[in-house]
């Protein structure tokens, strides 16, 4: 799995309360991404990172927020969770801006909202 | 928004039969990426080409792409039943750092 790993890997939480996914990798790259997984909808990006302390929305990036205080660690945060953020979340990331550089994905993040 | 959108939804095939899944983009690529998803796992990449690329082979799959349709396929020769899965294609967006994925064509092979 390209040395990512994503942690909880299953997580139920009440609505309103904050929830942190974590997503470490040990390959030393410099992009990181956040996608959510619905049915129906495949994956969206929700934010993503290009270094450290660097960071940029993705297309479904309201009611999260994301850091990154080292290349190893990329956090997803949802500060009030809602049940729309029920979904399968997964981290990936890109060695190399080239655009032939693929994406490694993480084995993904279960969280249900209730 | 979606770039890479797949056809068929899901395919239903007998193990030794060629598959076919099709993706259709919006904008114009410099490249199309295909993934693999098992289930309760995270996507493997399976394939890339390029935009001034029209076929590229890797083992049983053959991706074709033809810019003047905006389309792309996935053919997998000989399916097995370990081939059941989901397949994604995807196309960067903006700058080369954000790709962004269809809906998938969920594929199963029956043995």
């Known amino acids: 799995d390209a040395g990512i790993t994503q942690s909880p890997r299953h997580k139920v939480t009440e609505t309103g309360t904050p929830v942190t996914l974590r997503c470490h990798q040990t390959?030393?790259?410099?992009?990181m991404y956040w996608y959510r997984q619905d049915p129906g909808h495949g994956l969206r990006l929700i934010h993503y990172s290009y270094g450290v302390k660097d960071t940029d929305k993705g297309e479904v990036s309201d009611g999260y927020s994301v850091s990154r205080s080292k290349t190893e660690d990329f956090l997803l945060t949802l500060e009030s969770a809602t049940s729309s953020q029920t979904s399968v979340y997964f981290c990936?990331?890109?060695?190399?801006?080239?655009?032939?550089?693929?994406?490694?994905f993480g084995n993904g993040t279960r969280l249900t909202v209730t | 928004s979606q770039q890479g959108e797949e056809d068929p939804q899901a395919l239903s095939i007998q193990e030794g039969e060629n598959a076919t899944m099709n993706c259709s983009y919006k904008?114009?690529?410099?490249?199309l990426q295909w993934y693999r998803q098992n289930s309760g796992r995270g996507l493997v990449h399976l394939i890339l080409i390029r935009s001034n690329e029209r076929e590229k082979h890797s083992g049983r799959l053959r991706v074709t792409l033809d810019t003047s349709k905006k389309s792309s396929s996935l053919l997998i020769t000989a399916s097995r039943a370990a081939d059941t899965a989901s397949y994604f294609c995807a196309t960067p967006q903006g700058g080369s750092e954000k790709l962004v994925f269809g809906k998938g064509t969920k594929l199963t092979v029956n043995p």
């Open positions: 904008t114009s690529i410099n490249n």
């Open positions: 390959e030393n790259h410099r992009y």
């Open positions: 990936a990331i890109k060695g190399s801006v080239l655009d032939n550089s693929p994406l490694h």
